[in-house]
């Protein structure tokens, strides 16, 4: 190209040792002087074109490109287990919160704040400065969550009640999606029973109590797989099938145990002792009982729950309750621990029922409205603690 541009130039040009006179134009050659010039046109037309995309391409890595503004809209974005600065950003990118990518992530360089960011559902705006986005992901008002509030010693029933109040998610879907336990990460060890008794495969006792923020969009049975993963949390935390084994009693007794002293104990330091009551009923035993019962009230009402009937006070329960063994949660009249755990313990009562206090009582009662429990030895130890509740009219 240059070659012909010079052949161009060269017809025009006076050559060394000929006249400077005019000379007579070949025919075409006013066609060639056009072409030089519209090529001479297109290569400055290029290389400014050039220059120009050059400066840009530099400018872009030298700038970071950002909104300036605080946005505005809503979209909402999901920070995941794991993700990095640069996943966020990515994240933001592409649903426009952010210009780019990389402006956000020197933003949370820029922000040491920044690594306390949650997992999690957020609400942000489109079209934000991405300092602005990292801020707002730090501000948990802007988290999109149900949260929920289940209390330690609820039963399913009242655990499922709430949680459906809570998520408009009907109550039959999580009672269908607790038939099978197993389907919701209960390991299959944790069903199994150290008596001859078959083992319930009940969600009960592992639906953790704890305030929880449930993701949008939720169903029933991933609702219920975030409360037994958070129970497998906290067993592991404090060492309880550990624990439960070296008792010589399996992982699921230890855990009826704990929900029957999370129903019985009035305040938290009197769990690990009723914990102890249960242990020396079941495996020691005493000659002043009949049978090696727990005579706990909560387990009747427990199985009249099952049944769709309402709890009782214990002044309230007849006689004939009592004596009704076909009630197979009786623990007056049934032997050994019930068929399942009768409600959700929380930590201190798990915690309670594999390190028991020491002690070798088989009685126990609520001596004031305050909660508080006395312990005995013999019934009549224990007829002198019933006087002392009646006094304080809490029997």
């Not at 730090?138 to 330690?152: F, P, Y």
Request: charged share 25%.
């Amino acid at each position: 190209m240059l070659d012909d541009l010079e052949a161009a130039f060269d017809e025009e040009a006076p050559q060394k040792g000929r006249p400077l006179h005019r000379r007579k134009k070949k025919r075409g050659g006013g066609g060639k002087s056009a072409i030089a010039l519209v090529m001479v046109l297109l290569i400055f037309g290029g290389l400014a074109g050039a220059g120009y995309y050059g400066f840009d391409r530099v400018r872009s890595y030298l700038t970071t490109p950002d909104y300036s503004g605080p946005g505005s809209g809503e979209v909402t974005i999901e920070v995941k287990n794991g993700d990095t600065a640069t996943a966020i950003g990515n994240t933001l990118y592409t649903v426009d919160v952010v210009e780019s990518a990389k402006a956000f992530i020197e933003a949370a360089d820029a922000n040491p704040d920044s690594k306390n960011i949650q997992v999690g559902f957020y609400k942000l705006k489109k079209q934000m400065k991405a300092s602005d986005a990292v801020l707002a992901l730090l501000d948990l008002k802007n988290r999109v969550s149900t949260k929920v509030t289940i209390k330690e010693g609820w039963t399913t029933f009242q655990v499922f009640d709430e949680l459906s109040k809570a998520t408009e998610i009907p109550v039959d879907d999580f009672k269908e999606a607790a038939k099978d336990p197993e389907a919701l990460g209960v390991p299959d060890f944790w069903l199994t029973r150290g008596d001859d008794k078959k083992a319930e495969k009940s969600i009960e006792g592992f639906l953790f109590p704890e305030t929880y923020d449930f993701d949008p969009g939720l169903n029933a049975e991933e609702t219920l797989k975030v409360m037994v993963q958070h129970f497998l949390s906290v067993t592991q935390e404090i060492d309880f099938v550990a624990k439960a084994e070296a008792r010589d009693i399996t992982p699921y007794d230890a855990l009826m145990v704990a929900s029957l002293s999370q129903a019985e104990a009035g305040i938290a330091t009197d769990l690990p002792k009723v914990s102890r009551v249960v242990y020396n009923r079941l495996y020691v035993g005493s000659p002043e009982l009949g049978c090696k019962c727990l005579e706990f009230d909560v387990t009747i009402n427990y199985g009249h729950q099952r049944e769709g009937r309402d709890a009782k006070e214990s002044k309230n329960i007849t006689q004939a309750e009592l004596d009704d063994a076909s009630n197979p949660w009786n623990s007056h009249r049934n032997e050994g621990l019930p068929l399942s755990p009768i409600n959700n313990p929380g930590k201190a009562a798990l915690d309670g029922a594999v390190n028991p206090t020491e002690g070798k009582w088989i009685y126990f009662v609520a001596i004031d409205k305050n909660g508080n429990s006395a312990f005995a030895e013999t019934y009549a130890e224990q007829q002198v603690n019933e006087q002392k509740a009646r006094e304080a009219g809490v029997l």
